[in-house]
T-cell receptor, first 111, second 114 residues
Framework: GENVEQHPSTLSVQEGDSAVIKCTYS??????FPWYKQELGKRPQLIID?????GEKKDQRIAVTLNKTAKHFSLHITETQPEDSAVYFC??????????FGTGTRLTIIP | DTEVTQTPKHLVMGMTNKKSLKCEQH?????MYWYKQKAKKPPELMFV???????INESVPSRFSPECPNSSLLNLHLHALQPEDSALYLC?????????????FGPGTRLTVL
């Protein structure tokens, strides 16, 4: 079925430390996994994505890892900064048509 | 222009009113989406248009009626809504249809149904 589970629902991290958010999916046919960041009162914005033919992708302080066998993927943010505070949504495709979003993680960076 | 715009930003309506939400993009994208987002929840897909044709309706009640007049515009017509329909309505667009295309979201319309 179309299900993406996301953990934790809230995460507080000291500025400069790393943050990790994990998602699991149920459909073994899923092969595209984007991550969206939504700041308070703002629109969701894509920050990084990964396709199933790749195990890891990095963009500056942000990285995503994918374990197809275990059907889980994770977002890693290093050297966290106050502007990283937001809600992060993982997502997975189900078929070719649409994304299903995870339940979201509220990340708070403590100065 | 690399943004998706939505109007109005806020809308308050009664259960007997008829109103419309509007979405516009000038990025040449051929797929457009309506999502509903409740507080502290993820966006939930409502409709997908591809090349101006409705390709996905996620079993949305008929009191929500989408319309795509041209490739740049997407409307959502509202009629006889319920208080539980109060939410943030997000429009998005992508270059092509298909989940692999990055979706660009508009700022949303915050709808309150009294």
């Amino acid at each position: 079925g179309e299900n993406v589970e996301q953990h934790p629902s809230t995460l507080s991290v000291q500025e400069g430390d790393s943050a990790v958010i994990k998602c699991t999916y149920s459909d073994s046919a899923s092969n595209y996994f984007p991550w969206y960041k939504q700041e308070l009162g703002k629109r969701p914005q894509l920050i990084i994505d990964i396709r199933s033919n790749v195990g890891e992708k990095k963009d500056q302080r942000i990285a995503v890892t994918l374990n197809k066998t275990a059907k889980h993927f994770s977002l890693h943010i290093t050297e966290t900064q106050p502007e990283d505070s937001a809600v992060y949504f993982c997502a997975g495709n189900f078929g070719n048509e649409k994304l299903t979003f995870g339940t979201g993680t509220r990340l708070t960076i403590i100065p | 222009d690399t943004e998706v715009t939505q109007t109005p930003k806020h809308l308050v309506m009664g259960m007997t009113n008829k109103k419309s939400l509007k979405c516009e993009q000038h990025m040449g994208h051929r797929a457009m989406y309506w999502y509903k987002q409740k507080a502290k929840k993820p966006p939930e897909l409502m409709f997908v248009y591809s090349y101006e044709k409705l390709s996905i309706n996620e079993s949305v009640p008929s009191r929500f009626s989408p319309e795509c007049p041209n490739s740049s515009l997407l409307n959502l017509h509202l009629h006889a809504l319920q208080p539980e329909d109060s939410a943030l309505y997000l429009c998005a667009s992508s270059q092509g249809q298909g989940a692999y295309n990055e979706q660009f979201f508009g700022p949303g319309t915050r709808l309150t149904v009294l």
